[in-house]
């Protein structure tokens, strides 16, 4: 079965430089949504997103931004990247904007920044 | 604030064990709660998914059970294999919306 698919897998930037996730939901899964992980922690929520409009946000700098295309897709942008930001990234696809399914997460993009 | 609390935090157990992996939380009013599982430096696998109305649910050897007026949930794992070694993590739904609050997880291993 098709799983949710982020790219890329793993990712270096430098200090101040700009990075860009992808993510890939389950075919006909219409929500998505961005946890990080950083080393040691516990997931964080980032923000979400329904059928391409903001769904909720949560923990997310304002040097992040992130929406989601016509073709359900979604992609999350760092800005001004700091240490402190890397982390392993998690996208995340449902089905529909409550949580009536399950959350099912991709294998996630590691961001290291040096 | 929703606080989701893990215990044990680390666990070894021999092979063939029945365990309970603990998880509590401090406010009641949840919509759902999962079950996952993340090997190192991999992504989270579902395990189980209780939404408020029930009170547990099974997949093979594993049983989540559900108590929100205690705030606690239960993963019960029979037979354990080598292969069940990972950590555990519980997440809280509060909203409805999937705005998940992790637990700390439980690191369990499995012995041959």
């Known amino acids: 079965a098709a799983g949710v698919i982020q790219s890329p897998r793993h990712l270096i930037k430098e200090k101040r430089e700009t990075a860009t996730l992808k993510c890939y939901p389950i075919?006909?899964?219409?929500?998505v949504y961005w946890y990080q992980q950083g080393p040691g922690q516990d997931p964080q929520f980032l923000i979400s997103f329904y059928e391409k409009m903001q769904s909720d946000k949560g923990s997310i700098p304002d040097r992040f931004s992130a929406q989601q295309f016509s073709d359900y897709h979604s992609e999350l942008n760092m800005s001004s990247l700091e240490l402190g930001d890397s982390a392993l990234y998690f996208c995340?696809?449902?089905?529909?904007?409550?949580?009536?399914?399950?959350?099912?997460f991709g294998e996630g993009s590691r961001l290291t920044v040096l | 604030k929703q606080e989701v609390t893990q215990i044990p935090a680390a666990l070894s157990v021999p092979e063939g064990e029945n365990l309970v992996l603990n998880c509590s939380f401090t406010d009641s009013a949840i919509y759902n709660l999962q079950w996952f599982r993340q090997d190192p430096g991999k992504g989270l696998t579902s395990l189980l998914l209780?939404?408020?109305?029930?009170r547990e649910q099974t997949s093979g050897r594993l049983n989540a059970s559900l108590d929100k007026s205690s705030g606690r949930s239960t993963l019960y794992i029979a037979a354990s294999q080598p292969g069940d070694s990972a950590t555990y993590l519980c997440?809280?739904?509060?909203?409805?919306?999937?705005?998940?609050?992790f637990g700390t997880g439980t690191r369990l291993k499995v012995l041959a």
């Open positions: 075919p006909r899964h219409d929500t």
């Open positions: 209780i939404q408020s109305s029930q």
């Open positions: 995340a696809s449902s089905l529909g904007r409550g949580a009536s399914g399950e959350l099912f």
């Open positions: 997440a809280v739904d509060a909203s409805g919306t999937y705005k998940y609050i």
